[in-house]
């Protein structure tokens, strides 16, 4: 089974410019989590969605958004760069979005330069 | 709200010797508790993982971790390092959240080199 696939691997931007990457989750995963990592703040949970639905949010700016499709496929969109959006983004599935706890399965990351 | 610490950010050890790299967290209720490991430029690989039972958990690449709630601490050991396992390795608590699903808080990570 093939594991989560995330486009692009990496990505060069300039400030102000908006990017949006994208997350492909294993088959038959609902769920899907997005992360940041940075030197600075070290991973950060961004946001969480379920059967197209944003069900839970981290502490980020509305520059920060996502969605979800009906194949459980997520993008996430970061408007009006800034230096400090500078990042590796990570993408998470797991198989059931209620219920018990299903652990997380992560992709490689899009790695994001701001200049 | 729950959070980790990871009180080592960089561990230098002979390969072949033996490794604990340390973890505490901080949850109001039963956590779930993970490790990983991020080689460079990578993402991030399940090593292991705690949800109850057995305090002493095994993972894959011959590590362990043992569950100590008295001290809210859940180190990761491994008996003989291999120059393979120099990577970046992060202490996780999973909460389930209210409106459902389930979000991963980490702690700093401990950077890990081995020594041939």
């Known amino acids: 089974k093939a594991g989560v696939t995330q486009t692009p691997r990496y990505l060069i931007k300039t400030r102000g410019q908006q990017v949006t990457l994208s997350c492909s989750p294993i088959?038959?995963?609902?769920?899907v989590s997005w992360y940041q990592q940075t030197p600075g703040q070290g991973l950060q949970f961004l946001f969480e969605y379920f059967s197209e639905t944003q069900r839970n949010k981290g502490n980020f700016p509305g520059r920060f958004s996502g969605r979800q499709f009906s194949n459980s496929r997520s993008e996430m969109n970061v408007s009006t760069l800034e230096l400090g959006d500078s990042a590796l983004y990570l993408c998470?599935?797991?198989?059931?979005?209620?219920?018990?706890?299903?652990?997380?399965?992560f992709g490689p990351g899009t790695r994001l330069t701001v200049l | 709200a729950q959070s980790v610490t990871q009180p080592d950010i960089h561990i230098t050890v002979s390969e072949g010797a033996s490794l604990e790299l340390r973890c505490n967290y901080s949850?109001?209720?039963?956590?779930?508790l993970f490790w990983y490991v991020q080689s460079p430029g990578q993402g991030l690989q399940l090593l292991l993982k705690?949800?109850?039972?057995?305090?002493l958990v095994q993972g894959i690449k011959g590590f362990e971790a043992e569950f100590k709630r008295s001290q809210s601490s859940f180190n990761l050991r491994k008996p003989s390092v291999h120059w393979s396992d120099a990577a970046e390795y992060f202490c996780?608590?999973?909460?389930?959240?209210?409106?459902?699903?389930?979000?991963?808080?980490f702690g700093t990570g401990t950077q890990l080199k081995v020594e041939l």
């Open positions: 998470a599935s797991s198989l059931i979005g209620t219920g018990t706890y299903n652990e997380q399965f």
């Open positions: 705690y949800f109850s039972g057995d305090t």
């Open positions: 088959s038959g995963h609902r769920s």
């Open positions: 996780a608590v999973g909460a389930r959240l209210t409106g459902g699903g389930n979000k991963l808080t």
């Open positions: 949850y109001g209720a039963t956590p779930y």
